[in-house]
């Protein structure tokens, strides 16, 4: 334990502290057409002249319908197209190394996956695809797909600020503005700051340099900076190497690693400023985020204490010091661990380290941050929606205790909106459990594991908690580019990704019809230390508990054969 690394959490959060407020900020403008931006001189001529072509009426608003429906039109052309462009990979230009296409269905899989903000990879990304896929198949799905998930939490937000109304935004003018206006310079400025630390940016065939014992080594090359960027900064967390930010052309330096991670949870925090300043209330949206910044804490703290206590079984051999496996020495326990558990705390699932070499609890802690549906922060848009979900199971069960109907910024919560939040969570738990039970059963699913006992049955737990709640990291160990996995997951990430948002879009069209309510002395307070206890409890509750006794097959029996000495072959 170094002192510079307390110091590093700390800055980690001034930073975040002092860049929420100003992102926030220019996201409710560029949400707002009526708004104007600095970039406006310089993009709204852009922004007029793909209206003109694409044939879009931008002062047209959607009915919660038309909203959902333009959004799913949206994500099925994009899945089409992006396996057409990795089925004809092998025809394409900017292929130096001349790679073939890939299997049918590992091309479902990724395609699925980076449409659906996943970002799943069942492949090497430098063996596997050229720099045209990487770029205009998954680069370009890196910008589309978290703007999809704002575009959603946007219009669920107005659902709560607008009173009887019967639109809830224009999807294709959100899509729009949020690519233009707030991805592309955000990760234009990223995409610098990389290149300035060494991560390459261009389009050269991979070199092949001789290495001191005569062998060959093949160094792969590419525009790795642009896609790096965006992978953070859109909770993609998809790399352009296999081993993603261990990787030391994606991640080269200390620097990098905490500019990853300061990425991975800007827009995630900021999203919340926009939402306590769209709804009038800033105040509740900072304890919102208060809440979910305590549970972060809480599972990074119990994650590094397990990685530091490192595995007894090491000690009587004189290799204490902590669990070192499967972490990269340039950034250690410490940085492995924060990573870890902001990645998985935001839908990133991007990696410095392999999950799959933690401790049983210290593995737990990523886990179990996936499945509390990625409320902790959560996912560009995902995030923010996700945890309004659990705002509002927080309000009616606080209004079940008082006797009084739910009410929520002014809004009644009334049976429509308690069944559309409970369909929304509860359809993850559904499918995560249907899917790793049938994997854990099925020849397919155990031929494929790295681990035996406890431990392989996490990895399969994990994989499937990671694809449904369209996080996309991987415990490790298991070789899921096959046949069944690849189509399994793939279903998976798409149920996940889209059983939750139709709720929340309609619950958005329900929200926006109903009147607003003057606050009185019967309201619950929204921005109080209660209200910080009652989410985080109905979170741990609905989460935690949920998968307890799957975890408890997993992780947590592992943890005790580990401390007994037993080991699996």
Not at 416 to 422: A, D, G, L, N, S
Not at 475 to 492: E, I, K, Q, R
Not at 513 to 542: D, E
Request: proline share 5%; hydrophobic share 50%; with cysteine.
């Amino acid at each position: 334990m170094q002192i510079h690394e307390w110091i590093q959490l700390i800055l980690l959060f001034v930073i975040l502290g002092l860049l929420i407020k100003p992102i926030g900020i220019y996201l409710g403008q560029v949400l707002d057409p009526q708004e104007k931006t600095f970039l406006d001189p310089v993009l709204k001529p852009v922004e007029r002249a793909i209206y003109r072509v694409s044939g879009i009426d931008s002062l047209i608003e959607h009915s919660w319908k038309s909203y959902l429906g333009a959004l799913l039109f949206f994500s099925v052309v994009s899945c089409f197209l992006v396996f057409g462009l990795l089925a004809c990979q092998h025809y394409l230009p900017l292929n130096p190394q001349h790679f073939s296409a890939p299997s049918w269905h590992l091309n479902f899989n990724t395609a699925v996956s980076f449409v659906t903000n996943t970002n799943w990879q069942n492949y090497g990304g430098e063996s596997t695809l050229s720099y045209f896929s990487q770029m205009a198949a998954l680069t370009v799905q890196n910008f589309a797909s978290p703007a999809v998930g704002l575009a959603a939490a946007a219009a669920l937000v107005r659902g709560l600020s607008r009173k009887t109304a019967e639109t809830i935004g224009n999807f294709w003018v959100d899509l729009v503005r949020l690519i233009l206006y707030f991805f592309l310079p955000l990760a234009i400025v990223a995409a610098a700051c990389f290149m300035s630390e060494g991560v390459p940016q261009n389009f050269k065939p991979y070199v092949q340099a001789q290495t001191l014992d005569a062998g060959v080594q093949v160094i792969a090359q590419g525009p790795v900076a642009s896609q790096e960027a965006i992978k953070m900064l859109g909770s993609n967390g998809g790399g352009f190497f296999n081993a993603n930010s261990a990787h030391p052309y994606e991640n080269p330096t200390p620097l990098t690693n905490f500019l990853q991670i300061i990425l991975i949870l800007l827009i995630p925090g900021s999203q919340f400023y926009y939402f306590g300043r769209a709804v009038r209330d800033t105040k509740h949206g900072w304890y919102i985020l208060i809440a979910l910044t305590i549970l972060l804490l809480v599972g990074f703290g119990t994650c590094l204490g397990c990685e530091w206590a490192g595995n007894p079984l090491w000690s009587p051999f004189g290799l204490g010091g902590g669990n070192w496996e499967g972490k990269e020495l340039r950034f250690g326990l410490f940085s492995s661990a924060l990573f870890a558990c902001a990645t998985t705390s935001v839908s990133c699932g991007a990696v410095n380290c392999m999950h799959d070499s933690f401790t049983p609890i210290g593995g737990l802690i990523p886990m179990l941050n996936i499945q509390l549906s990625e409320v902790i922060y959560g996912g560009v848009g995902a995030g923010l929606y996700s945890v309004l979900l659990y705002v509002f199971l927080s309000i009616f069960i606080a209004g079940l205790i008082i006797g009084r109907t739910p009410e929520y910024l002014g809004k009644k919560i009334e049976a429509f909106e308690v069944k559309m939040t409970v369909l929304a969570v509860l359809s993850y738990v559904f499918l995560v459990h249907l899917f790793a039970s049938w994997a854990c059963v099925s020849d397919w699913g155990i031929k494929a594991l790295g681990n035996t006992g406890p431990h392989g049955f996490s990895e399969i737990l994990y994989a499937f908690s990671s694809a449904a709640a369209n996080n996309g990291s991987a415990f490790g160990g298991l070789s899921g580019n096959t046949l069944p996995y690849n189509l399994t997951l793939g279903v998976a990430m798409l149920l996940g990704r889209f059983l939750f948002i139709a709720p929340v879009i309609a619950m958005a069209g329900s929200l926006a019809a109903k009147k607003i309510h003057p606050s009185n002395s019967g309201s619950f307070p929204v921005s109080s230390l209660i209200f910080i206890s009652l989410l985080i409890g109905i979170i741990l509750l609905q989460g935690a508990l949920t998968f307890l006794p799957a975890l408890t097959m997993g992780p947590i029996l592992e943890q005790f054969f580990m401390l007994k000495g037993t080991q699996f072959p």
